[in-house]
């Protein structure tokens, strides 16, 4: 049941800070609205399509680790990374995060900050040359 309450943490984030249906939650994560149902009620023969909980978690901004380890799972071969205090981390990016992660902040600037992200994190790498 703990992945049942990891996906409606993740569903009640979603209404509250995108104000997304289930409807939208299934169009954006590429996970249908009844397998969303399922995986709310904990019914699942083994476990989770690991795409879909893959995707889910990449459109929710939600780290797989986490999905896992409410599966019960080890973290499918991931490389451990190292914590965001360790790393360098350009000023920029620090302000940034610090802003998603401050309670105060809009979760309508949150939003607009994730899908900004998103946008650039899938844009094509351009080459000079």
Same mark, same amino acid.
């Given at each position: 049941?703990?992945?049942?309450?990891?996906?409606?943490?993740?569903?009640?984030?979603?209404?509250?800070?995108?104000?997304?249906?289930?409807?939208?939650?299934?169009?954006?994560?590429?996970?249908?609205?009844?397998?969303?149902?399922?995986?709310?009620?904990?019914?699942?023969? #083994?476990? +989770?399509?690991? $795409?879909? *909980? &893959?995707?889910?978690?990449a459109a @929710?901004?939600? =780290?797989?680790?986490? !999905?896992?380890?409410?599966?019960?799972?080890?973290?499918?071969?991931?490389?451990?990374?190292?914590r965001l205090? #360790?790393? +360098?981390?350009? $000023?920029? *990016? &620090?302000?940034?995060?610090?802003? @998603?992660?401050? =309670?105060?902040?809009? !979760?309508?600037?949150?939003?607009?900050?994730?899908?900004?992200?998103?946008?650039?994190?899938?844009?094509?790498?351009?080459?000079?040359?």
């Amino acid at each position: 049941m703990a992945f049942a309450r990891f996906v409606r943490r993740a569903i009640d984030d979603a209404r509250e800070e995108r104000g997304w249906t289930v409807t939208d939650l299934a169009s954006h994560t590429g996970v249908g609205r009844s397998t969303v149902f399922r995986w709310l009620a904990g019914d699942w023969q #083994d476990y +989770p399509e690991l $795409a879909k *909980v &893959r995707g889910f978690c990449a459109a @929710l901004d939600l =780290p797989v680790a986490a !999905a896992f380890r409410a599966l019960g799972l080890p973290d499918a071969g991931q490389v451990p990374r190292r914590r965001l205090e #360790d790393a +360098p981390v350009e $000023a920029d *990016v &620090r302000v940034i995060l610090e802003r @998603l992660a401050d =309670p105060h902040v809009p !979760a309508e600037e949150k939003h607009h900050i994730r899908d900004l992200l998103r946008y650039l994190a899938r844009r094509p790498v351009r080459r000079a040359g």
